[in-house]
């Protein structure tokens, strides 16, 4: 073999190749490579779980809390509706305590 041969794409990387498989250095690099690899790929699996498990429990709570900011409003509008028919509501009540205490107030 010439050294011209040993430029041509296909025999450079058969000799590459070839000397990876057989020299330990090099086949001890490689697998570090692929241990430090693979755990930098648990890791990120990781960090992606962990956030899309964020992200679920965020969308819980403030589903949570707009189901109780609606049902509030709706406890509100029937507050509403009982002081339009006339009937105390709960303001009124904390509205009415005696300044004096033994008097009676009422509305």
Do not use: C, H
């Not at 990120?44 to 949570?64: E, H, I, P």
């Amino acid at each position: 073999m010439d050294a011209e041969d040993f430029l041509e794409p296909e025999v450079a990387t058969t000799a590459i190749i070839a000397a990876a498989l057989f020299s330990p250095k090099v086949r001890k690099v490689i697998r570090k490579g692929f241990v430090y690899g693979a755990a930098g790929v648990l890791v990120a699996g990781d960090v992606v779980t962990s956030f899309a498990r964020g992200l679920g429990r965020g969308m819980q709570v403030a589903a949570s809390t707009a189901a109780q900011q609606t049902q509030n409003a709706g406890s509100q509008g029937q507050q509403v509706g009982d002081a339009a028919a006339g009937g105390p509501t709960p303001l009124d009540k904390a509205a009415v305590k005696p300044s004096m205490p033994g008097k009676e107030w009422t509305l």
